[in-house]
Nanobody, 119 residues
Framework: QEMLVESGGGLVQPGGSLRLSCAASGFVFSVYDMSWYRQAPGKERELVASISSAGNSTNYADSVKGRFTISRDNTKDTVALQMNSLSSEDTAVYYC????????????WGRGTQVTVSS
C-alpha cells in the first residue's frame, strides 16, 4: 500500500527552525516529484516547495524563498523540508505529496504534521 508519513512538526518560537521529514513506502519513490503543501486554519492549501524526481530542480513559494529548503534522498525514500526563520504566518498543517513524474494523475498524499509558531 502506498504511503507517505510526515514527521517533525511541533511548537517552535518565532525565529526558530524545524525540519520536517516525509517517509515514502509502497511505490517507486525515485520516479515521483515530491512537494510540501501547507494549510492554515481558514485558508486554502498552498504549495510551499517542490523537488523533481531526480532532485535536480526545486521550486519555492515566494513566501518561503530563502528560508525553507526542500531536499530528498532517493536511497532512503525520504523528502525533507528545512524551515528557518519561522514566523506565526508559517503556522499550518504541512502535507507531503508525491506525483508521478510522467503520469501526473498518479499522486499520493500524507496525512500532515502540525507546525505551530508561537511564543
Amino acid at each position: 500500500q502506498e504511503m507517505l508519513v510526515e514527521s517533525g512538526g511541533g511548537l517552535v518560537q518565532p525565529g526558530g527552525s524545524l525540519r520536517l521529514s516525509c517517509a515514502a513506502s509502497g511505490f517507486v519513490f525515485s520516479v515521483y516529484d515530491m512537494s510540501w503543501y501547507r494549510q492554515a486554519p481558514g485558508k486554502e492549501r498552498e504549495l510551499v516547495a517542490s523537488i523533481s524526481s531526480a532532485g535536480n530542480s526545486t521550486n519555492y513559494a515566494d513566501s518561503v524563498k530563502g528560508r525553507f529548503t526542500i531536499s530528498r534522498d532517493n536511497t532512503k525514500d525520504t523528502v525533507a523540508l528545512q524551515m528557518n526563520s519561522l514566523s506565526s504566518e508559517d503556522t499550518a498543517v504541512y502535507y507531503c505529496k508525491g506525483r508521478h513524474f510522467v503520469h501526473f494523475t498518479i499522486e499520493y498524499w500524507g496525512r500532515g504534521t502540525q507546525v505551530t509558531v508561537s511564543s
